[in-house]
């Protein structure tokens, strides 16, 4: 009997100059990437997002939503809309990207979900609007850093799992 290959890891990466020059996410003050190897073609940006944030078992979700609205303060919208992610705002779609932005009076923030030939990037922008922002980010980013590859590397074991299929709208089974 042989044992099923390991899932790969998300590891941290360099931002890309290009994402972080875009117009939207130039004047931030924090960015970090993740990436995490995939099969070319497997999910959309829209569908990693989801199944990275909405999929995540419930009182996870909950930890996360908790930790945005009371932690940082995001001001976040309906979680049942299509177009929010776990309540984060659809700001930008293109072919192979998302962009998620949530602000609140003391700082914006943007994720970026960037599917490429043979990973998906997941790059987070934290713009500071209030000098306070900057200690509150500097006590949610070891958080930030922790969660995001393990949400990535769930998302992926779970997308093997389903054999990558979809429901015709987007969004895994």
């Known amino acids: ?4 290959p390991a899932a790969p890891l998300a590891r941290r ?29 497997s999910l959309t940006a829209e569908q ?13 979700r909950r930890f996360l939503v908790l ?9 976040l919208g309906p979680r049942t809309s299509p177009r929010h992610v776990l309540g984060w705002a659809v700001s930008d779609a293109a072919d192979h990207s998302l962009t998620l932005t ?3 009076p003391l700082v914006l923030t943007h ?7 043979a990973r998906v990037l997941w790059a987070t922008f934290v713009r500071f609007d209030r000098p306070v922002g900057r200690p509150l980010w500097a006590l ?31 969004r895994l089974p």
């Open 67 to 75: 930790g945005w609205t009371l932690g940082l303060g995001l001001r």
């Open 140 to 170: 949610a980013a070891p958080v930030h850093h922790r969660t995001v590859p393990r949400l990535l590397g769930r998302a992926a074991r779970a997308a093997a799992s389903a054999g990558e299929t979809t429901r015709g709208d987007g």
């Open 111 to 117: 994720n970026v979900v960037a599917v490429e030939d």
């Open 13 to 41: 990466t360099a931002v890309p100059g290009a994402l972080a020059a875009r117009y939207d996410l130039a004047d931030a003050h924090y960015a970090s990437a993740f990436a995490l190897p995939v099969r070319a073609g």
């Open 102 to 104: 949530a602000r609140s």
């Open 48 to 60: 990693w997002a989801r199944a990275v944030f909405e999929g995540a078992p419930a009182p996870l």
């Open 1 to 4: 009997m042989t044992t099923p």
